[in-house]
């Protein structure tokens, strides 16, 4: 079966980083995304990783390694508005995209 | 700017009682589909379509049919409601064949059904 874990919840605080984890087992592999979900809202696009490696953009970045099956999706300077949840997504095989049930993330001040 | 527009945005209903979730794209996209959304599980993925006039089934289709007429829209419909099917659900759209697959998502619908 395909198979996509994330961390239920995780705390930080106010100017910090972190780090949240996603791995996968999936048939085929055409990419992983990461959206956020702030809380009653729709998700947003974050990311997508197809190529293994960092890909930064702004306080986010997105990493992948495709042969361990994992990506992490980094958050610097973390500010109040980041208390969201961010759901990580691959596109498997057959281009259908599989998702993480999210890790929501709280940020104290 | 309007994007994707769903409606209603909540709704309780009756077991039994047939509903109708609507949503309109304005952003020509080809490729449609529904999700719905529970505590502590991914998007699940109710229904697609690629482009007008076909559509597939996702891995959750059961109690639920849609259609795709045109471009623009994709309703989804529950003939006979069940309390399982409480939940919000999300249309969402993408450029078909996008590299990138990024997804555009409506509001949501969160669903009630007593």
Redesign the interface.
């Known amino acids: 079966g395909q198979n996509?874990d994330q961390p239920?919840e995780m705390t930080a605080t106010e100017g910090a980083i972190v780090q949240i984890n996603c791995t996968y087992q999936t048939s085929g592999f055409?990419?992983l995304?990461w959206?956020q979900q702030h809380a009653g809202?729709?998700?947003?696009?974050l990311s997508?990783n197809?190529l293994d490696g960092l890909e930064e953009k702004g306080r986010f970045s997105s990493f992948l390694s495709r042969s361990k099956g994992y990506s992490y999706l980094l958050l610097k300077e973390l500010q109040m508005k980041d208390s969201a949840s961010y759901?990580c997504?691959v596109?498997d095989s057959n281009?259908?995209?599989?998702?993480?049930?999210?890790t929501k993330l709280i940020i104290k001040p | 700017i309007a994007g994707i527009t769903q409606a209603p945005t909540s709704q309780i209903l009756a077991a039994g009682r047939r509903m109708t979730l609507r949503c309109t794209q304005d952003m020509r996209h080809n490729a449609m589909y529904w999700y719905r959304q529970d505590l502590g599980l991914g998007l699940r993925l109710i229904h697609y379509s690629n482009t007008a006039g076909t559509t597939g089934k996702g891995e959750v289709p059961d109690g639920y049919s849609v259609s795709r007429a045109n471009t623009d829209d994709f309703p989804l419909t529950l003939a006979s409601a069940v309390p399982s099917q409480t939940s919000v659900y999300f249309c969402a759209s993408k450029v078909e064949g996008a590299g990138t697959g990024e997804l555009f998502f409506g509001e949501g619908s969160r669903l009630t059904v007593l």
């Open positions: 996509i239920t055409n990419g995304f959206y809202e729709a998700p947003t696009f997508y197809v759901l997504a596109l281009y259908q995209l599989i998702w993480g049930a999210g």
